[in-house]
């Protein structure tokens, strides 16, 4: 009785499971799925390989990229992958190495062709002297932020456009094709960006975090100040204080914070002193459909545009 | 290549100037005339900085036409990634801790209160690292003190597959449970002090055992997780000797988001232990020499739901956490007496259920609050009344209830402080708990777990 029970249920339940994966995902065959872990490589792989790949972005330019859950979704997304890209230098200490077990997926996995960390290809600012969590949650590798230099952005196409026709080598010629293409559009923009950057040089500026450490120096921006004294930890209003006696004796152009942090304390400090407060959007709006450039396009305007 | 090794080595020797500038600057703060210095200070960082830029931007390549797969340089290494987790607290009762019992519940495993005035709680250290690409290992300590005696316990020893085939993992070894979700983490993750009045009832206030767990992650959008555990069964609730699995569990699993700002899991398990010999009052300090064992047939179904929400999906600022789970077990066997003379023995048939839920509110970064509430119920019946209620089975009609509330600051990842407050109902005389506790993670980043 039992045992027929049993029979009926697991005939009723084998096509279901055979049918539910193939429905779900109909151009799984065709196309390469890409987990991304920010928003910005998303992008970059969007432009790389446009409908070649199924895009999936882990955050958005809303979140804490630091800040994220190994949450059941990400598991599912990441079981599929056939492509991890993530910033690496341990930006997704807290939750990649965990998702990466609970997926287990064995094409993501570190050292495999699916695995890929953007900030392993550039050169990082940032890099502590010491190691101390007194000195908040630093990153051992350096800033992870490496996004925030159109630069880095070029380096980092290159070597994930090899990557892309290491593992579908079908569409080699695509993803070639679309590099070049890439490249050339990218270094006219850098071109334009530059130019425009030109008066930024050596102005002051007080940044919350130290997350646009590679926008400002390739703007040869000068940061006078953080407004967190600890990375990671709340700015205090005694550090707050001190930075607001800095501000006294210096020339400041403007107070720039990453728009997923909370705008009290930079904007306490300006109306403590007069300095404009900009908040700058923290990577592309992927789900959104932005692009890579019109991001950049977007942080150059608000950066210029103050007076 | 050679001219970026030079480049990072000047820059390296300049930021050290700079670092140490810096830190004179800072030094120099405490004087009278800081303003003066720290002028002169800043404009010495200046020069320094200008400097490192006009070497930079001479030597710098803007358009490098090669790669570079920088070194990678962690601070782990081939050792395992430490850490070390500091857990404290200051309890306060109105009733004598020692007498707690839970009416319909024969308690045992670590249901015990902690102790009033100044405890440690369990304090751990967890070494992990990947073994190889194929697996993932990693030990956790516990070192506690029950009845005045500083004991080590190995709460975890696990290895775990990477990848061992599309979606399976295979763990090994000593750990967790996956029946609950409450159970799956360790003690100062919960964002209480004290385990639900579910939780000590039926697990002694966890779970683990010996054993192997397969799980497979299917290939759909929607998370779905199916998992099998197979234990040695020497653990409370089960217990006594046994050839191959003595317990066994399935678990179910599934999960999502719903737009950016929340995600859900829901989950249901079972649990099965045949023949087992449970003995209970492993930290009971009644001074009875008699000591309840249950020996017979037992079960568990489980079922649990946890749903979070922040906003844009940015759990820095502001996030909740809504989190509900319920057991049942049902007991089938007989009840002994040890120790007894003569002999006192019962059958017994016990179905002992209960839940609790809790909701956890972030409102600001760096401080949270939470409530939880908890009952538990229970209809135990054998053939001599008198030795159910000698081992505590017997609830004459009473439902055990309990209220917490909390609030807690987290000034960083690594270090918490918390304020709970318990109206304890689960027992006769209604007691009222205080408990002031500390956690502090020393070394390597934890994993953020849903």
């Not at chain 1, 079981?79 to 997704?92: H, P, V």
């Not at chain 1, 990218?186 to 007080?206: C, F, G, H, P, T």
């Not at chain 2, 597959?161 to 993992?169: C, V």
């Not at chain 2, 599934?254 to 249901?268: F, R």
Request: charge should be negative; charged fraction near 20%; hydrophobic fraction near 40%.
């Amino acid at each position: 009785m039992l045992i027929k029970r049993l029979k009926t249920l697991a005939a009723s339940l084998i096509p279901l499971l055979v049918v539910l994966p193939g429905a779900a995902y109909p151009d799984s065959q065709t196309s390469l799925n890409v987990f991304a872990c920010e928003p910005e490589w998303a992008a970059l792989a969007k432009v790389l390989g446009e409908d070649k790949l199924t895009i999936y972005s882990a955050t958005t330019a809303m979140q804490d990229p630091h800040h994220i859950q190994a949450r059941p979704s990400l598991i599912a997304k990441a079981r599929r992958a056939d492509l991890l890209i993530c910033s690496g230098a341990e930006l997704e200490v807290g939750w990649l190495p965990l998702l990466l077990r609970k997926a287990s997926n064995q094409k993501i996995q570190p050292g495999q062709k699916g695995y890929f960390m953007a900030a392993d290809h550039v050169e990082k600012l940032d890099v502590p002297l010491t190691l101390d969590r007194s000195l908040g949650d630093v990153h051992a590798e350096g800033n992870p932020h490496i996004h925030t230099s159109p630069e880095n952005i070029l380096r980092v196409a290159k070597v994930l456009s090899e990557r892309l026709l290491d593992i579908d080598e079908k569409n080699a010629d695509f993803y070639q094709n679309n590099y070049k293409l890439f490249e050339q559009r990218w270094r006219q923009s850098i071109i334009k960006w530059q130019q425009q950057a030109e008066v930024l040089k050596d102005i002051n500026i007080i940044t919350h975090h130290t997350y646009w450490s590679y926008l400002n120096h390739w703007a040869n921006m000068n940061v006078l100040a953080t407004l967190e004294s600890i990375a990671g930890v709340s700015p205090s209003s005694g550090h707050l204080a001190k930075v607001k006696k800095k501000m006294a004796k210096n020339q400041v152009k403007m107070i720039i914070h990453v728009a997923y942090v909370s705008e009290r304390p930079s904007v306490w400090l300006s109306e403590q002193t007069g300095v404009p407060v900009i908040a700058l959007p923290a990577s592309v709006d992927f789900q959104n459909g932005q692009s890579l450039e019109l991001w950049f396009d977007g942080i150059i305007n608000q950066l210029v545009t103050m007076p | 290549m050679a001219k970026f090794y030079m480049n990072s080595a000047i820059s390296l020797v300049l930021s050290v100037s700079v670092f140490n500038a810096l830190a004179a600057s800072e030094a120099e703060t405490g004087n009278t005339d800081t303003a003066g210095t720290d002028t002169v200070n800043e404009q010495k960082i200046q020069s320094l900085e200008q400097r490192i830029q006009d070497i930079e931007s001479a030597n710098s390549d803007k358009y490098m036409t090669e790669t570079h797969a920088y070194k990678r340089v962690t601070n782990d290494g081939f050792n395992p990634a430490i850490s070390v987790i500091l857990d404290g607290l200051y309890s306060s009762y109105k009733n004598n801790p020692e007498d707690y019992n839970l009416p319909g519940y024969a308690l045992g495993g670590e249901a015990e209160l902690a102790p009033e005035g100044f405890s440690l709680g369990h304090s751990e250290i967890t070494l992990s690292n990947n073994i190889d690409d194929k697996f993932f290992g990693q030990l956790t300590l516990a070192i506690a003190e029950h009845d005045n005696e500083t004991v080590v316990e190995l709460e975890e020893a696990f290895f775990e597959t990477l990848s061992l085939a599309e979606g399976f993992t295979l763990r090994g070894g000593r750990f967790y449970s996956a029946l609950g979700y409450l159970n799956q983490q360790h003690q100062h993750a919960w964002d209480f002090q004290d385990a639900p009045l579910v939780y000590r009832g039926i697990f002694g206030n966890q779970y683990f055992d010996d054993g192997l767990r397969l799980a497979y992650v299917a290939e759909t959008d929607l998370f779905l997780e199916l998992g099998a555990e197979m234990f040695a069964g020497k653990k409370y609730p089960a217990g006594g000797q046994h050839t191959g699995a003595g317990s066994w569990t399935g678990f179910i699993n599934l999960g999502g988001d719903i737009g950016v700002s929340h995600s859900w899991q829901a989950g249901l398990s079972y649990w099965s232990a045949d023949n087992i010999e449970r003995e209970y009052g492993g930290h009971d300090h009644g001074g009875t020499a008699e000591v309840p064992v249950f020996a017979g047939d037992s079960k568990i179904i489980g079922a649990n739901a946890v749903y979070k929400w922040a906003p844009d999906g940015n759990a820095r600022q502001q996030n909740l956490k809504l989190q509900f789970e319920y057991f049942k077990r049902d007991d089938e066997g007989g009840l002994v007496l040890l120790n007894s003379n003569p002999l006192e023995q019962s059958t017994l048939n016990s179905k002992q259920d209960g839940y609790y839920a809790q909701l956890r509110w972030q409102f600001v970064r760096n401080w949270a609050m939470g409530v939880r509430y908890d009952r538990v119920d229970s209809n135990n019946s054998g053939s001599d009344q008198s030795v159910l209620d000698e081992a505590g089975l017997t609830s004459t009609g009473f439902v055990p209830t309990r209220t917490s509330v909390m609030a807690e600051w987290a000034p960083s990842e690594f270090s918490r402080v918390r304020l709970q407050y318990n109206r304890d109902d689960s027992y006769q005389v209604a007691d009222d708990q205080v408990y002031l506790q500390y956690t502090f993670g020393v070394g390597a980043h934890g994993a953020h777990a849903y």
